[in-house]
């Protein structure tokens, strides 16, 4: 890395910025949506095709909201709830309310390949 | 696999050399068909069309800025062919978000071209109002999500929806009414007639877990199996990759928009950002001939630079 450096050009230190600015942006995005939606409502991210955290555990009643940080959109999908969220693009999310214990999982409705797990605990 | 590779180093070089760049893949399912493509080229005015993919206009992200300009590179590209294809295909995510605008631009786009554009819906393209924004535009005289069928060049061209009701295995899907629709659709079809089959996602399985696969490909498949010659067009991943199974030749496209990383080289198969003057290399568009061989079509893939 300090070699890469040492030969960075004015291109690469522009992309490097770049990309730094753009990791900042992302990590901070969940951080600012879980102290609005206080301390208790938990957050899935999407990143990368993958949901995080999987499976997570929550108690009856709580809201989990799922943030989309891909360039690419996906959605929510949960059969034995009849649930599907709208297609969240870059940055949106969808927030849903779990009532009822058990556990639930769930697929993007665009990429069906990516699965995701609620398991709520009473 | 290498007693198909008669390919020599003089051939190789005249193949570059028409084409231009080093760049040109030259593919359908395996180098004798590149070879096929050399000769074919300065014999013909046979029948040939175009197809381009993925153009996902309305994508911004750092991967392509600029979709709309690449997908017009492409188009500028495909004007300038000098002998003219019969029509264009788009083998779908014509759109990134579904949005009228989205799809209204790619459609003045290419009837720019002056060509009749052929189109199958990807994932992208059937996310608002249950795939209806994109049947209303698209999908005039189609049967169901969208899937249709047409003669042209002495060719049967069969467009495919493998998007809809996607399964929880995490592949495309056809569902059984687009299945017998398509055993019917084939059914008085002499075994000698050429077939070329549209879908988005891939009709065979290239990395299932990222969902690169049809789940009843195969299924579909099976009715294709008595035609001599097959020809199974895809987008999807956006980048080119290609196998012959006995009479069937599978291909992909590239992207207009961006390139995709390589099964399983990556987290997940998202938009992959190149250094600057690298992405119209990993862009283009592919040209399908016919020949007058036993062999499946000829497709010469070109990318944008």
């Known amino acids: 890395m300090t070699e890469m450096m040492s030969v960075a050009d004015?291109?690469?230190?522009?992309?490097?910025?770049?990309?730094?600015?753009?990791?900042?942006?992302?990590?901070?995005?969940?951080?600012?949506?879980?102290r609005r939606a206080g301390a208790t409502e938990p957050t899935v991210s999407i990143d990368n095709f993958?949901?995080?955290?999987?499976?997570?555990?929550?108690?009856?009643?709580?809201?989990?909201?799922?943030?989309?940080?891909?360039?690419?959109?996906?959605?929510?999908?949960?059969?034995?709830?009849?649930?599907?969220?709208?297609?969240?693009?870059?940055s949106e999310s969808f927030a849903h309310r779990f009532d009822q214990p058990g556990t639930f999982d769930y697929i993007c409705g665009i990429h069906p390949h990516m699965r995701g797990r609620i398991v709520v605990q009473g | 696999m290498p007693s198909e590779m008669t390919i020599d180093r003089r051939t190789?070089?005249?193949?570059?050399?028409?084409?231009?760049?080093?760049?040109?893949?030259?593919?359908?399912g395996g180098i004798p068909r590149a070879r096929l493509v050399g000769c074919a080229e300065a014999a013909t005015k046979s029948f040939s069309f175009v197809q381009i993919s993925d153009s996902h206009l309305g994508f911004d992200k750092p991967a392509n800025p600029h979709t709309t300009d690449t997908l017009q590179q492409a188009l500028a590209q495909v004007r300038g062919l000098p002998d003219r294809p019969a029509f264009m295909i788009h083998t779908g995510d014509i759109s990134h978000l579904s949005k009228p605008a989205q799809f209204d631009t790619c459609q003045q786009m290419m009837g720019a071209t002056g060509l009749a554009a052929y189109t199958v819906p990807g994932e992208h393209d059937i996310l608002e109002e249950d795939g209806k924004s994109y049947l209303n535009r698209f999908g005039k005289?189609?049967?169901?999500?969208?899937?249709?069928?047409?003669?042209?060049?002495?060719?049967?061209?069969?467009?495919?929806?493998?998007?809809?009701?996607?399964?929880?295995?995490?592949?495309?899907?056809?569902?059984?009414?687009q299945l017998e629709w398509l055993e019917d659709d084939v059914a008085d079809l002499s075994a000698s007639t050429p077939i070329v089959v549209m879908a988005h996602v891939p009709l065979w399985t290239v990395y299932e877990p990222w969902g690169?696969?049809?789940?009843?490909?195969?299924?579909?498949?099976?009715?294709?199996?008595?035609?001599?010659?097959?020809?199974?067009?895809?987008?999807?991943?956006?980048?080119?990759?290609q196998k012959i199974e006995g009479h069937v030749a599978f291909h992909t496209a590239r992207s207009t928009a961006f390139p995709q990383p390589a099964p399983g080289t990556a987290k997940g198969p998202g938009p992959m950002a190149v250094p600057a003057g690298e992405l119209g290399r990993r862009l283009g568009i592919a040209r399908v001939s016919l020949v007058s061989t036993t062999a499946p079509l000829a497709i010469l893939d070109t990318p944008l630079i």
Not at chain 2, 218 to 239: D, P
């Open chain 2, 12 to 28: 190789a070089l005249r193949c570059m050399s028409w084409a231009g760049t080093a760049m040109v893949w030259t593919v359908a």
């Open chain 2, 141 to 177: 005289g189609a049967k169901g999500d969208g899937w249709y069928s047409f003669d042209a060049g002495g060719m049967h061209f069969i467009g495919l929806v493998n998007v809809v009701n996607l399964k929880g295995n995490g592949l495309g899907d056809l569902g059984q009414e």
């Open chain 2, 212 to 241: 690169w696969g049809t789940a009843d490909g195969a299924q579909a498949l099976g009715y294709l199996k008595r035609f001599g010659s097959v020809t199974v067009l895809n987008g999807h991943i956006h980048q080119v990759m």
């Open chain 1, 10 to 34: 004015h291109g690469r230190r522009v992309l490097l910025r770049r990309f730094a600015a753009g990791a900042t942006v992302a990590v901070l995005v969940p951080v600012l949506r879980a």
């Open chain 1, 50 to 90: 993958t949901f995080s955290p999987t499976p997570l555990t929550i108690a009856p009643g709580a809201t989990v909201t799922w943030v989309n940080q891909d360039d690419i959109p996906h959605s929510i999908y949960c059969q034995s709830l009849n649930l599907r969220s709208h297609p969240m693009d870059t």
